[in-house]
């Protein structure tokens, strides 16, 4: 059971003003969840930079064509099985694949997994995203 503790920040009027424009936009109903989030993504920034456990989606897209990349991009997932955690094949159609490949694991085994991946000849666009795995995070 965590305990909640109130606080006041100082903050120029005009940064406060757009922040709260910023979060009414997003659909924050007060700054108290919208600077919780905040806390929360600084959080997991710190789990990313100190190697910590993370899971990570990564989000490619490839040329079916290419010669050897299927192959290629199975190889290095059975390479890290114990890391990857789920893999989700997509024809875009005729020539473009869609692959999501689910991931844990220390947040520089995790990504250079994903650069393994990326740097494949035929790869043409992929992202990392990289966040927790929940615990410690309320
Ligand atoms: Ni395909």
Redesign the pocket.
């Known amino acids: 059971m965590s305990t909640l503790i109130r606080t006041g920040i100082s903050l120029d009027r005009e940064l406060l003003l757009r922040f709260d424009r910023i979060i009414r936009k997003k659909g924050y109903k007060n700054r108290s969840e919208a600077i919780r989030d905040l806390v929360r993504d600084y959080a997991v920034g710190e789990d990313v930079e100190e190697d910590r456990t993370v899971v990570g989606a990564l989000t490619l897209v490839y040329d079916?064509h290419r010669p050897k990349l299927s192959e290629q991009l199975l190889e290095v997932q059975h390479h890290a099985h114990a890391m990857v955690l789920a893999a989700t094949?997509?024809?875009l159609d005729h020539h473009n694949?869609l692959e999501v490949v689910l991931m844990k694991g220390r947040s520089s085994q995790v990504r250079h997994i994903a650069d393994q991946i990326l740097t494949l000849r035929g790869v043409k666009h992929g992202k990392l995203v990289l966040t927790t795995e929940g615990k410690g995070l309320r």
């Open positions: 079916h094949h997509v024809h694949c």
